[in-house]
Every structure is written in structure tokens, then in C-alpha cells.
T-cell receptor, first 116, second 116 residues
Framework: QQQVKQSPQSLIVQKGGISIINCAYE??????FPWYQQFPGKGPALLIA?????SEKKEGRFTISFNKSAKQFSLHIMDSQPGDSATYFC???????????????FGKGTHLIIQP | NAGVTQTPKFRILKIGQSMTLQCTQD?????MYWYRQDPGMGLKLIYY???????DKGEVPNGYNVSRSTTEDFPLRLELAAPSQTSVYFC???????????????FGSGTRLTVV
């Protein structure tokens, strides 16, 4: 079964610190790796995504680092703010040759708390 | 622009009852998905559809059925509800492009279902 393993399960970071969430995958056919942010009572929302042809992607305070040989990718949140407190999910999916859709495989999530 | 709309937001069912969770999107996305989210377990794919008239099973399809008669609507049917179906259900949609990559999912706000 395709899996994406996410750690840690929960994380507490002081305001202004760096939050780091890690994911590892097994299926070498995966080649699209998004991160989703979910606030209580809401659906997940796409935060940032990367494809394996680059090793890093940065959008504002959020950075994905990707290590294809290790089959690992991570989310870094710089200058973490209380408003970043949420659950974060990593995910992966194979390339959709021929236009088919397999759906995203999600990690189990990380509950992030930023303390003021 | 409403995005993905799910109804109802909350529902309590008795064991053995049936119901339909409604999902509609106004973004003209070809691909639609149903996920369930259980605490500490991430999101698991129930069914997906790549277009009107085409549906396929995901990771956890047992006890559910779907149909896709239009691009906009993707209802999820629960037959003979069981306590194991107590969960939060999310509908999502995406477009495909280029080599078939999904360019991020848009999720609805979810339906919280309790089976007693």
C-alpha cells in the first residue's frame, strides 16, 4: 500500500521560531508533493507544493525541502506566528499519465501550536 | 465564487439508515474526490471521478456509493450506516493540466457524520 509517513504528530514552537515537519514516502512513482493547512472546522487548503525536479521551493515564510534520493520532504515555517497554529498534512501523488486521477495519499497530520 | 459546497454540515444517523452527502463545485473542475478524515489518521480516499459518468474506487470504498451525472455534482451515498462510518467527510475537486498533474485540490468545509 502506498504510504506517506509524517512526523511529528504534534509540535509546539515559540513565536518567531522555525517549525519543521517531515514526511517520507515509499512509492517512487510519486512526483507531486503538496502541503495542506487545516484550521479547526475547515477543510484542508493547499499551502505549497513541489515537484521532484527541484530541491527547494519557497513561498513567503513557507519552504519545502525535497530529497529525492532519500525519498523525504519537509516543510519549514520561518518566523512562526500564532496564526500558523493549525494541522498540517503532507501528501503525494503519481504523475497522471493519460489523464487519470489516483487521488492524493496523505500523511496523518501534524498538529502545530505556536506559543505567543 | 463558492468553490466546493458540501451539505449538510452535520448529521446524526441511526445504525442502518441511509443518507446522501451532497457536493457541488462551480469551478468547472473535471476531477472530484471524496475523503474521510478520522482523528490522527489523515485523510483517506473513498471514491473519485475524472469526469461526468466516470467514477472509481479509492482506498476505503466499502459501504459507500457515488455517481457523477454532471461536472458540478458528486454525491456520496451511505447505505446501511454503521458506527465505523462516523467521521468527517470532505469533498474536493481539481483540474488536470499539462502532463496530467493536478494543480492542487479545493476542499469543501466538510460534513461531520455521527452514526449511533
Amino acid at each position: 500500500q502506498q504510504q506517506v509517513k509524517q512526523s511529528p504528530q504534534s509540535l509546539i514552537v515559540q513565536k518567531g521560531g522555525i517549525s519543521i515537519i517531515n514526511c517520507a514516502y515509499e512509492n517512487t512513482a510519486f512526483d507531486y508533493f503538496p502541503w495542506y493547512q487545516q484550521f479547526p472546522g475547515k477543510g484542508p487548503a493547499l499551502l505549497i507544493a513541489i515537484r521532484p525536479d527541484v530541491s527547494e521551493k519557497k513561498e513567503g515564510r513557507f519552504t519545502i525541502s525535497f530529497n529525492k534520493s532519500a525519498k523525504q520532504f519537509s516543510l519549514h515555517i520561518m518566523d512562526s506566528q500564532p496564526g500558523d497554529s493549525a494541522t498540517y498534512f503532507c501528501a503525494a501523488t503519481p504523475a497522471l499519465i493519460g489523464g487519470g486521477a489516483d487521488g492524493l495519499t496523505f500523511g496523518k497530520g501534524t498538529h502545530l501550536i505556536i506559543q505567543p | 465564487n463558492a468553490g466546493v459546497t458540501q451539505t449538510p454540515k452535520f448529521r446524526i444517523l441511526k445504525i442502518g439508515q441511509s443518507m446522501t452527502l451532497q457536493c457541488t463545485q462551480d469551478m468547472n473542475h473535471n476531477y472530484m474526490y471524496w475523503y474521510r478524515q478520522d482523528p490522527g489518521m489523515g485523510l483517506k480516499l473513498i471514491y473519485y471521478s475524472v469526469g461526468a459518468g466516470i467514477t472509481d474506487k479509492g482506498e476505503v470504498p466499502n459501504g459507500y456509493n457515488v455517481s457523477r451525472s454532471t461536472t458540478e455534482d458528486f454525491p456520496l451515498r451511505l447505505e446501511l450506516a454503521a458506527p465505523s462510518q462516523t467521521s468527517v467527510y470532505f469533498c474536493a475537486s481539481s483540474r488536470a493540466g499539462g502532463l496530467g498533474y493536478n494543480y492542487g485540490y479545493t476542499f469543501g468545509s466538510g460534513t461531520r457524520l455521527t452514526v449511533v
